[in-house]
Each structure stands twice: as C-alpha cells, then as structure tokens.
C-alpha cells in the first residue's frame, strides 16, 4: 500500500492535466502535415485549370494556322486555273475549268467560315486562360495565407509542446517516487487517463461502481487506491 496525502493526488491530477494537454498539442501538430498537403493538392488543381485552358488555346490557334495554310496554298490554283480559262479551246473545257474555279472558291468559303469561327473560340479560350490565370492567383494568395496561419500555428504548438513538457518534469520532480511509477505504469497499460475521480462511487474512467467499503476509505485519503474495473488511480470527488 502506498500512503498518499490530498497534496500528492493533486499534483498526479495536474500531471494528467498536462499530459491531456501534450497529447492533445501531438494530435494537432500531426494534422499539419495533412493540412499543408491538401493546401497544395487544392492550389495544383488551379494550376492544371490554367495549363488545360492553355492547351485548348493552343489546339485553336493550331487549327486556324493549319486552315490559314490551306488557304494559301489554295490560291495559285485559282490564279492557275483563271489562266488556264484564258487558253481554252472548247466550250465543254471551258465549263469544266468554270466548274473546277468554283468549287476551289467554294472550299476556299467554307475554309474561312471555318477561321472565322475558330477565330471566336480562340477569343473565347483566350478569355477562359485569363479568368483561370486569375483564379489560380487569387487561389494562390489566399492558399499561401492560409499555409502562413498553418506553419504560424505548428511553431505555436511546437512552443507549447516544450512549455508543457518542461511544466510536466518540473511538476514531476515534486511528486513521490514510487507514485510517480505507479502512475507512469497505469499511464503505459491504459487508454485515456491514468487517474480518474469517483463521484458517487463512480469512476469516471469506467463509468462502474467501486465497492462500498473502498468508497468510504477513498473518502478517508489515506492509501493510493485503484479502481477495481479499470485499474486506474482514482480519488474522491465530493459530489456536486
Ligand atoms: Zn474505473
């Protein structure tokens, strides 16, 4: 049996506080990592925007060069065969050179009803790689600023980590040898906290009744007691 005064179980109630306080500074400091990442995971899919919008800009301006080359390309053999017009002999050679100008002027029509509509869609496109050039900035500047919170927030919780830790060996150093070993012991074996108060004969660590008899000598703080069903350390709270 270990003997313990009511100073001792509040300086094991303030050890578990902190170290509730430390575990809970861990948890959040292990969410950065994760947090950082999707910051970075959101401000690439602005990014990809931009560059898709750019392809599709690109493959516009691609076509319209392409159709801008047929159309050149077309225009000697208009020049070509207006001459050829000139130097006909037959009424028949001369309706087939008028036929073959005709459709190559038909082609050159329907070429630049192509240019011009592709002309529409390049402006369209050109003002869609704008409107996502702009999102992506925005989107970055207030993905920096939230990255900046982030990272100001881990050197925070960095800070209190240490605070707390220097705060739990300080409180440590005043606390009893062999109480303080029993208690890292439960702290190894249980989940949650190492030391639980009982109101009503309740541990608050299990939610079960401790017997009767213990309840009463809880109440006595004389010797170091354990909750029977959850072999935390457990002490008297008078109830409310
Ligand atoms: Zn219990």
Request: with cysteine; proline share 3%; hydrophobic share 35%.
């Amino acid at each position: 049996m270990i003997s313990i005064t009511k100073a001792q179980l509040d300086n094991l109630v303030q050890l578990q506080k902190i170290g509730d306080k430390i575990n809970t500074t861990i948890g959040m400091l292990d969410t950065i990592g994760t947090r950082l990442e999707s910051l970075e995971v959101e401000l690439a899919l602005y990014e990809k925007k931009v560059e898709d919008e750019k392809k599709i800009l690109q493959e516009f301006k691609r076509q319209y060069r392409s159709f801008e080359s047929d159309l050149q390309a077309k225009q000697p053999q208009i020049i070509k065969s207006k001459e050829k017009l000139r130097s006909v002999k037959t009424n028949k050679e001369y309706n087939s050179t008028l036929k073959e100008i005709d459709k190559l002027k038909e082609q050159n029509s329907l070429l630049e009803d192509e240019m011009l509509n592709l002309l529409d869609r390049i402006d369209e496109a050109d003002k869609a790689v704008l409107k996502s050039q702009e999102e992506y900035s925005q989107t970055k500047s207030d993905i920096t600023t939230r990255m900046n919170a982030v990272s100001l927030e881990e050197q925070d919780g960095k800070n209190e980590l240490t605070r707390l830790n220097k705060n739990c060996s300080a409180l440590e150093t005043k606390i009893n040898k062999d109480l303080l070993i029993k208690f890292k012991l439960v702290k190894e074996k249980i989940t949650g906290p190492s030391i639980s108060p009982v109101i009503n004969a309740v541990c608050q660590g299990c939610h079960l009744n401790i017997p009767p008899q213990m309840y009463i000598e809880l109440q006595r703080i004389e010797n170091l007691k354990f909750c029977p069903n959850c072999q935390r350390m457990i002490y008297w709270v008078e109830p409310q």
